[in-house]
């Protein structure tokens, strides 16, 4: 193992190592490290004394997990149906044309990841994009650009699962 | 916190708690669930606090932040108590002027009031908002009196008395006796008789006792979050249902799945078990009745398929989230092959409300086979958008109309779209529909968890249609067939027509091959699936005649059927356009109407957001 996954270990005691908590330990890992590395797979797999297939097959089936290094920023679009009669759908289209990736996609200098998502709840806002957990509403194609480059500038990404305070 | 041993003990503290709040002191409140905080309300409590230290004020007059009110589109919101004067689009600049001239001098601020959208009229109490005097608030009232953080806000208002009741006062068999008679029915689509879940459950044999009580709080329907507004801001109300509902069963292990897509609903529930463990209304022997009963949190990973009740429980398992045939149903072998019964966060909330108030005030509400109340969330083209809690059997027109303030910017409304991804679309025909269970499925949709999508004449329904498949599709676990490769061809149809390239005879074939997913799905995902396809042809045929006939997208949504021009009377060449056009496409001097070259317009739409005189035409 060429890198230190110490606290997976950590994270699968805080569940009692319990089976039924693979999502939750999933999660929490993944907000760690921002993917789920192999390695960390094995140890989880060895902890709670499943097969490498039973814990890759959950890692794979749910939408919220990353088997591949994302981006230092996860931009995020809803694609909730209040956002999709909302014009979401051209919105994420522009994000797409400027980042020149698809959803599920990394930018090549691994500034950004392209997520979407179903509904996030919040559908007075539609349409929505969340970049590193900070919401930005009503959003419009022409408002995309502006947005993408204070991220650009941006040293460090903040952690994804936060909510943040919008204006 | 001392650890409560009876319900003596509950009452004193509830009555402790009372005798210190002064219902007429004043208190500002500012609402911080997830559309607030989006809206920057985190910003405005912090400058609420603030500015009242600055003042020496922080001993007189009190402050509080709540979970969401429901009325979303004016977040973020403040109000004063006890009068209740709400300001509406509060921003952190406004508060030196809400405290100093509001709260201090009790003067209003007319900037900031709401002014109902169909009248004008400014309106200053909260209580006299017509988005609010239409409702029947049973559930979500309280959310505007409780920090959940603080469990004490729940206990104030009789929180946990009827669990109290419930374990004192009365056998299990009489609490299911009142669910029963209550005729309370599932509030996460189905509308399955919650009591008869609870029997079934409470009678299924289990080797060494075991019985679950899970609450679904995956609430996947887009555009619903009735759910997430409920844990937010009254989670103690949630808890205490399910911890009635497991004394009826005679379970003592809960879960709650909560969907990770919902931070801060898992946040506010971790805090509340803590402290209604602390209590001792949660955890062994809860209230010294010799009753035992915990609950778990687990949390969901972003599929759709796990509301439903089978996959859920694989996914608590640890398995992937794959749902089985249910010839053997939970009730008798759900989680881990025991006993399990399932309910949706709505309808626990609705526990303590019967088995406080009795079945028959409760039944008094809402129609024949549908009772209580059900709460929807108003969204897309609809001018209030929020959450609406009304009772059963209110028409669609008074819902969309009166609370929901009609449709934005004169736009004519075409459809509301029900049940989710399950659901389907009813036309303006039938805006008189009395909402409930059964006449939601007559017409051709369904209740769901009560998301209410309102599409005006700028939506295009084969769109919002292949919007629904190509959902589907993608969460459709693939375990069965017919769901796999059905909707898979469903949405190549539905591209088709969208893209031109429909042909005579695809209506009949989506009608064909809705109708044989429909029959031979597994679960209800795949059943219900073709729903929203098959109620778009039932009300709107000719659109997608229009599509296939004529190449035409009458609604201007669908790009290959639609083209980018400049109105040349209402282009004064401002030139903004062609700054903005990715491709250049765009030509014209100053001062003259300008040219979209549709040879390189890829129909993005930035012309049209950027332009200040509505010149960009789209046909």
């Not at chain 1, 539609?126 to 970049?131: D, R």
């Not at chain 2, 029900?418 to 939601?440: A, K, N």
């Not at chain 2, 995902?525 to 997208?553: M, Q, W």
Request: charged residues 25%.
């Amino acid at each position: 193992m060429n890198h230190n996954y110490e606290k997976v270990a950590t994270i699968v005691t805080k569940y009692g190592g319990n089976r039924d908590s693979l999502v939750s330990i999933l999660q929490d890992i993944q907000a760690e490290y921002h993917y789920l590395p192999e390695d960390a797979l094995r140890l989880v797999a060895q902890q709670l004394d499943l097969q490498l297939i039973q814990v890759y097959g959950v890692a794979t089936f749910f939408k919220a997990f990353s088997l591949k290094p994302r981006g230092e920023h996860i931009v995020t679009v809803c694609l909730g149906t209040a956002c999709h009669v909302r014009r979401a759908p051209a919105v994420l289209d522009e994000i797409e044309r400027q980042l020149g990736i698809e959803p599920g996609e990394t930018t090549e200098d691994m500034q950004f990841t392209l997520e979407t998502v179903n509904c996030l709840g919040a559908c007075a806002l539609g349409p929505i994009v969340v970049v590193d957990g900070k919401y930005y509403g009503q959003m419009s194609p022409g408002k995309v650009k502006a947005i993408l480059n204070r991220y650009r500038k941006a040293p460090k990404a903040r952690k994804h699962e936060e909510i943040e305070v919008s204006r | 916190m001392k650890r409560l041993k009876s319900a003596a003990e509950l009452e004193e503290l509830q009555a402790r708690i009372l005798s210190r709040r002064d219902p007429n002191r004043t208190c500002v409140v500012t609402s911080v669930g997830t559309c607030g905080l989006a809206r920057g309300a985190e910003d405005v409590a912090q400058a609420i606090s603030k500015t009242l230290s600055d003042l020496g004020l922080k001993d007189s007059i009190d402050v509080k932040t709540t979970g969401c009110q429901g009325f979303c589109e004016i977040e973020p919101v403040v109000v004063i108590y006890p009068e209740r004067i709400l300001y509406q689009q509060v921003t952190p600049a406004d508060i030196p002027e809400v405290i100093s001239e509001s709260v201090i001098k009790n003067e209003v601020i007319e900037r900031l009031l709401y002014s109902d959208p169909s009248t004008g009229q400014k309106i200053i109490h909260e209580q006299d908002i017509p988005f609010y005097t239409k409702q029947n608030r049973l559930l979500l009232d309280n959310n505007r009196l409780i920090d959940p953080h603080k469990i004490d806000d729940y206990l104030a208002l009789g929180g946990y008395s009827t669990l109290a009741k419930a374990l004192f006062e009365m056998v299990p068999e009489q609490v299911l006796e009142e669910v029963k008679k209550a005729n309370l029915r599932g509030r996460g689509g189905g509308g399955f008789p919650t009591a008869r879940k609870w029997e079934s459950c409470r009678n299924a044999p289990s080797s060494d006792g075991v019985r679950y009580v899970i609450c679904n709080a995956d609430e996947g329907d887009p555009g619903a979050y009735m759910d997430r507004s409920l844990l937010e801001g009254n989670p103690h109300s949630v808890i205490e249902g399910m911890v009635i509902g497991a004394y009826a069963i005679g379970s003592h292990y809960g879960y709650v799945y909560v969907r990770h897509e919902y931070p801060l609903a898992l946040k506010n529930l971790i805090i509340a078990l803590e402290q209604a463990r602390e209590y001792g209304l949660l955890g062994e022997n809860i209230l010294g009745s010799g009753f035992d009963f915990d609950i778990k949190i687990s949390r969901g990973g972003g599929a759709f398929i796990c509301g439903e009740s089978t996959a859920l429980m694989a996914s608590l398992e640890g398995k992937i989230g794959e749902p089985r045939p249910k010839h053997i149903h939970t009730v008798v072998s759900g989680l881990n092959g025991k006993p399990t019964n399932l309910n949706n966060v709505e309808t626990w909330a609705n526990v303590p409300l019967i088995i406080n108030k009795g079945a028959d005030w409760y039944s008094q509400i809402g129609t024949e086979e549908s009772k209580g109340t059900k709460i929807f969330s108003l969204v897309g083209k609809i001018n209030n958008t929020g959450l609406v809690e009304v009772p059963m059997g209110i028409t669609l027109r008074e819902i969309i109309y009166d609370i929901g303030g009609g449709i934005p910017d004169g736009k004519k409304f075409k459809a509301v779209q029900t049940g989710g991804p399950s659901g389907g679309c009813i036309p303006e025909s039938l805006l008189d529909l009395p909402v409930d269970f059964e006449r939601l499925v007559q017409a051709g949709s369904m209740m769901g968890s009560g998301g209410m999508i309102v599409a005006d004449e700028d939506t295009c329904m084969v769109d919002v249609a292949k919007y629904f498949v190509k959902f589907l599709t993608e969460e459709s676990c693939g375990k069965c067939v017919p769901c796999r490769e059905g909707l898979d061809r469903m949405l190549d149809i539905l591209t088709d027509i969208t893209e031109g390239q429909g042909k005579e005879g695809d209506i009949e074939l989506l009608e064909e091959l809705g109708g044989v997913i429909k029959e031979t799905s597994l679960c209800a995902l795949g059943s219900t699936a073709p729903n929203p396809v098959l109620s778009t042809i039932r009300y709107f045929r000719d659109e997608y005649e229009a599509h296939i006939k004529e190449k035409r997208c009458p609604a201007g949504v669908c790009k290959a059927l639609i083209t980018f021009t400049i109105d040349e009377e209402k282009c004064p060449g401002c030139q903004r356009c062609i700054k903005v056009c990715p491709q250049m496409a765009i030509s014209g001097e100053k001062k003259k109407p300008h040219i979209i070259d549709q040879e390189k317009c890829i129909k993005c739409g930035l012309c049209r957001d950027i332009c200040k005189f509505e010149a960009i035409i789209v046909s």
